[in-house]
């Protein structure tokens, strides 16, 4: 049940192929284009502030037409290696496809989606580099990513997914758990299957598959990004469908630290880090945008 | 191993009475091996005069290696005459465009169109084949290998190292020096500096120690800032690679197409007194329609 179909996986990849990117990141990367001269960094931060983009940015890199010796998850090195301009095009093909419509037949909010994204990115990526162990920015891709099964979800199986955000609100189950039984699969196995079918590095498609189980232990970003997530949630920093907030497995808080839970682990954090992130999240995810 | 040059003009074709000594033609150069097989470095308006003089040697085969799909580098190709004559081979060959998905076969499907050109592919006699390379994969034409590196430029532009008989020589087609987008104090600075650093060695490494290196120097130092970003090199770039990667021979080629021929000699010699030469460094001359070397 929990493998999909090649049939699917496939129907998704080719779905995805044709998946609009954020509002506010398709506006931006139409208005930096139109600029012969655009800052290189700015539309390097507009990339990784959007799920879809990025994920298809990584998706050409890490072709098997590239040969690359080793995988590349950053946005940064996609640059160096492609070239500035050729990164430029994917993302303005992309953004020429349309934005994501900020309504879906599932009910499901993508700019809280999106903040629940960046938010978690960020902390994942704060939590990375205060452990160490893991490439801080290895981790922001991968919590940005990490919910990108839902985003799929909502736009290509809306009236499913919408039985399993309903299930979840009023049984008070875990979303993944009820994405099983209406879905028959959930948002880490078909995030995780794309970033496979994709050839993304492994620990990449790992930090995706486990991110609701004690497996992301293992390794110190999957448990970041395990850990981000849920202090998103805590926080309320957007909300991409899944109000319960799990405790961390001993495996993951681990790597925090003895007898860190989420409450320590949010408070070592600080305020004024917490709070920088979500300003800069609600920047890119417009929530206030009509 | 034999090269010559047929076309060393970037951008645009520029004939005129001020470019008559250095050629008005874009890019195209010519390899002999050993035994005579033919390859072709890209397909620019030098391909037209070369094209004339196979037809002494029918039948051919040709390997042609696009470096990249700009107009300079492939306007050359319909004009390309053994297509039109039955028994000849092109193997075409080139990256593929990681924004359309296809293939090296786009360069001659774009320029093919009927409103843009008489001949449809397939009233072409000759047969033509395309061969799409991945960075860093090797082929063999004749008794050449040539490898592909991925270079820096606004579209996926691939430099060649042409290997055969213990020669060696290296084209650019265009390439810009990598540079940091950051500023010291970014947090990505640091980051990208190492990415960049990484970059550079893995093309060195392809360039290593060639006999010849032919690279893209466009500009002038002054020149530059006013083009950074847009993928070409200067001549003191170029100097300094040749320098680092040991090259026997560099030929600055891409000639900005407004630099009359003597400007073109002012410029290089003031960026050859920059880089003064000493026994056993290399030796650095500015690429010229028509001639020819052995090495």
């Given at each position: 049940?929990?493998?999909?179909?090649?049939?699917?996986?496939?129907?998704?990849?080719?779905a995805?192929?044709?998946m609009?990117?954020f509002p506010?990141?398709?506006?931006?990367?139409?208005?930096?284009t139109?600029?012969?001269?655009?800052?290189p960094?700015?539309?390097?931060?507009?990339?990784?502030?959007?799920p879809?983009?990025?994920?298809?940015?990584?998706?050409?890199?890490n072709?098997a037409?590239?040969?690359l010796?080793?995988k590349?998850?950053?946005?940064?090195?996609s640059?160096?290696?492609?070239?500035?301009n050729?990164?430029?095009?994917?993302?303005?093909?992309?953004?020429?496809?349309?934005?994501?419509p900020?309504?879906?037949?599932?009910?499901?909010?993508?700019?809280?989606?999106?903040?629940?994204?960046l938010s978690?990115?960020?902390?994942?990526?704060h939590?990375?580099?205060?452990?160490?162990g893991?490439?801080?920015?290895?981790?922001?891709v991968?919590?940005?990513?990490?919910?990108?099964?839902?985003?799929?979800f909502a736009?290509?199986?809306?009236?499913?997914?919408?039985?399993?955000?309903?299930?979840?609100?009023?049984?008070?189950?875990?979303?993944?758990?009820?994405?099983?039984?209406?879905?028959g699969?959930?948002?880490?196995?078909?995030?995780?299957?794309?970033?496979e079918?994709?050839?993304?590095?492994?620990?990449?498609?790992n930090s995706i598959?486990?991110?609701?189980?004690?497996k992301?232990?293992a390794?110190?970003?999957?448990?970041?990004?395990?850990?981000?997530?849920?202090?998103?949630?805590k926080?309320?920093y957007?909300?991409?469908?899944?109000a319960?907030?799990?405790?961390?497995?001993?495996?993951?808080?681990?790597?925090?630290?003895i007898?860190?839970?989420?409450?320590?682990?949010?408070d070592?954090?600080?305020?004024?880090?917490?709070?920088?992130?979500?300003?800069?999240?609600?920047?890119?995810?417009?929530?206030?945008?009509? | 191993?034999?090269?010559?040059?047929?076309?060393?003009?970037?951008?645009?074709?520029?004939?005129?009475?001020?470019t008559v000594?250095?050629?008005?033609?874009?890019?195209?150069?010519?390899?002999r091996?050993?035994?005579?097989?033919?390859?072709?470095?890209?397909?620019g308006?030098?391909?037209?005069?070369?094209?004339q003089?196979?037809?002494?040697?029918?039948?051919?085969?040709?390997n042609?290696?696009?470096t990249?799909?700009?107009?300079?580098?492939?306007?050359?190709?319909?004009?390309?005459?053994?297509?039109f004559?039955?028994?000849?081979?092109m193997?075409?060959?080139?990256?593929?465009?990681?924004?359309?998905?296809?293939?090296?076969?786009?360069?001659?499907?774009?320029?093919?169109?009927?409103?843009?050109?008489?001949?449809r592919?397939?009233?072409?006699?000759?047969?033509?084949?395309?061969?799409?390379?991945?960075?860093g994969?090797?082929?063999?034409?004749?008794?050449?290998?040539?490898?592909?590196?991925?270079?820096?430029?606004?579209?996926?532009?691939?430099?060649?190292?042409?290997?055969?008989?213990?020669?060696?020589?290296?084209?650019?087609?265009?390439?810009?020096?990598?540079?940091?987008?950051?500023?010291?104090?970014?947090?990505?600075?640091?980051?990208?500096?190492?990415?960049?650093?990484?970059?550079?060695?893995?093309?060195f490494?392809?360039?290593?120690?060639?006999?010849?290196?032919?690279?893209?120097?466009?500009?002038?130092?002054?020149?530059?800032?006013?083009?950074?970003?847009w993928?070409?090199?200067?001549?003191?770039?170029?100097m300094?690679?040749?320098?680092?990667?040991?090259?026997?021979?560099l030929?600055?080629?891409?000639?900005?197409?407004?630099?009359?021929?003597?400007?073109?000699?002012?410029?290089?010699?003031?960026?050859?007194?920059?880089?003064?030469?000493r026994?056993?460094?290399t030796?650095f001359?500015?690429a010229?329609?028509?001639?020819?070397?052995?090495?």
């Open positions: 049940m929990n493998n999909l179909s090649e049939e699917l996986n496939k129907k998704l990849g080719e995805v192929e044709r609009p990117a506010k990141s398709v506006q931006k990367i139409l208005e930096l139109r600029d012969l001269n655009c800052s960094k700015v539309l390097v931060q507009v990339i990784e502030n959007d879809v983009i990025t994920m298809k940015i990584l998706r050409v890199l072709s037409y590239y040969r010796p080793s590349i998850t950053s946005i940064n090195h640059v160096v290696f492609l070239g500035l050729t990164v430029k095009n994917i993302a303005l093909s992309i953004a020429a496809i349309g934005i994501l900020k309504k879906n037949a599932a009910g499901f909010d993508v700019s809280q989606y999106l903040l629940h994204s978690t990115a960020a902390i994942a990526k939590l990375g580099s205060k452990i160490g893991a490439d801080p920015m290895d981790c922001y991968a919590g940005l990513l990490h919910d990108f099964g839902k985003i799929v736009q290509f199986m809306p009236e499913q997914f919408k039985v399993a955000l309903e299930t979840s609100m009023k049984d008070d189950i875990s979303l993944f758990t009820a994405e099983q039984a209406a879905i699969t959930d948002h880490t196995v078909v995030g995780s299957m794309l970033a079918k994709w050839q993304f590095p492994e620990p990449l498609i598959r486990n991110h609701h189980s004690e992301a232990g390794t110190v970003m999957g448990s970041c990004v395990y850990a981000a997530n849920q202090i998103s949630k926080m309320g957007g909300f991409a469908g899944d319960r907030v799990e405790s961390l497995p001993p495996a993951v808080s681990k790597h925090f630290g007898n860190i839970n989420l409450d320590v682990l949010i070592s954090i600080g305020d004024d880090e917490l709070s920088k992130i979500l300003e800069h999240a609600k920047q890119f995810a417009q929530v206030d945008a009509s | 191993m034999k090269i010559k040059f047929w076309g060393v003009r970037g951008s645009i074709p520029s004939p005129r009475a001020g000594r250095y050629g008005g033609n874009t890019t195209c150069i010519e390899i091996t050993d035994n005579n097989e033919l390859i072709i470095l890209d397909g308006t030098g391909i037209f005069p070369l094209s003089t196979l037809l002494k040697e029918l039948p051919v085969t040709a042609i290696f696009i990249h799909s700009h107009w300079d580098h492939i306007h050359g190709l319909p004009f390309f005459i053994p297509n004559i039955p028994g000849n081979k193997i075409l060959h080139g990256a593929l465009d990681p924004v359309s998905g296809r293939g090296v076969e786009q360069v001659m499907d774009v320029q093919l169109q009927y409103s843009y050109f008489p001949v592919e397939a009233e072409m006699k000759a047969s033509i084949e395309y061969v799409s390379l991945s960075p994969e090797t082929v063999q034409a004749g008794s050449a290998t040539i490898t592909a590196t991925l270079l820096n430029h606004p579209v996926v532009n691939f430099g060649y190292r042409v290997e055969c008989n213990g020669k060696s020589l290296f084209f650019t087609g265009d390439h810009e020096p990598y540079s940091n987008i950051y500023s010291p104090g970014d947090e990505s600075y640091e980051e990208y500096r190492g990415l960049v650093e990484a970059q550079e060695r893995m093309v490494d392809a360039m290593h120690g060639v006999d010849v290196l032919i690279a893209d120097s466009s500009y002038t130092i002054d020149e530059y800032p006013a083009k950074k970003g993928g070409h090199g200067t001549f003191d770039s170029c300094q690679m040749a320098d680092a990667i040991g090259a026997k021979i030929y600055c080629t891409h000639h900005e197409p407004t630099r009359d021929d003597d400007a073109l000699e002012r410029e290089f010699a003031k960026a050859l007194e920059r880089h003064p030469r026994e056993g460094m030796d001359r500015l010229r329609e028509g001639i020819e070397i052995e090495f």
